[in-house]
């Protein structure tokens, strides 16, 4: 039976604060007639923390992971596990290393000052979480190992969170300071 933890708990907490902080750059953002797209962007980024409450607080990652080891074992592969483990994060690793590069390529290049340069570093924190939901999801031994017996997981989960709710910070006091008379 999965049980939600005290520490999922205020991890649902710690995504919901984040979430509001990014739906309220996202009000900022179009009371203070940013562009559009930086209001659509913050907006985007709480829905994303929302769904991450809805993941943990639901648990549907661990219901995820249930279901695949009852895929495996019902399918006789549960003993192979660990090679079809090893082939699926060298491909993830591919994958996100891919995207990440042709992402950060595209999107440096128009960072023009302090809120873009926030709203960069949030959108790239949010898709270290994906790749981070992702390996947990792998649960391959040597992964879990540096995820679980390092504390890596809460690390980076916590880390990425107040890296994104710290950008939405930054974001509201730079548009409030844009808009007071020099």
């Given at each position: 039976?999965?049980?939600l933890s005290a520490i999922s708990l205020v991890g649902v907490l710690f995504y919901a604060v984040t979430a509001l902080f990014c739906a309220v750059s996202a009000r900022f953002a179009t009371r203070a007639?940013?562009?559009k797209a930086h209001a659509i962007n913050w907006?985007?980024?709480?829905?994303?923390?929302?769904g991450l409450m809805a993941l943990r607080g639901l648990l549907i990652e661990d219901w995820i992971e249930l279901t695949m080891r009852t895929a495996l074992r019902e399918s006789g592969s549960y003993g192979d596990r660990r090679q079809i483990q090893k082939v699926v994060a060298i491909i993830l690793a591919l994958i996100a290393t891919g995207a990440a590069t042709f992402w950060l390529m595209r999107s440096y290049k128009k960072i023009r000052g302090q809120r873009e340069l926030a709203i960069f570093v949030a959108n790239f924190a949010c898709f270290a979480m994906v790749?981070?939901?992702g390996f947990r999801l792998l649960s391959l031994h040597a992964i879990d190992f540096v995820l679980y017996a390092l504390k890596v997981?809460?690390?980076m989960d916590a880390g990425l969170t107040v890296l994104v709710g710290g950008?939405?910070?930054v974001y509201v006091r730079r548009v409030l300071s844009a808009k007071r008379p020099a």
């Open positions: 039976m999965l049980e007639r940013q562009p907006a985007l980024v709480s829905l994303f923390f929302v790749g981070l939901i997981n809460w690390i950008c939405a910070a």
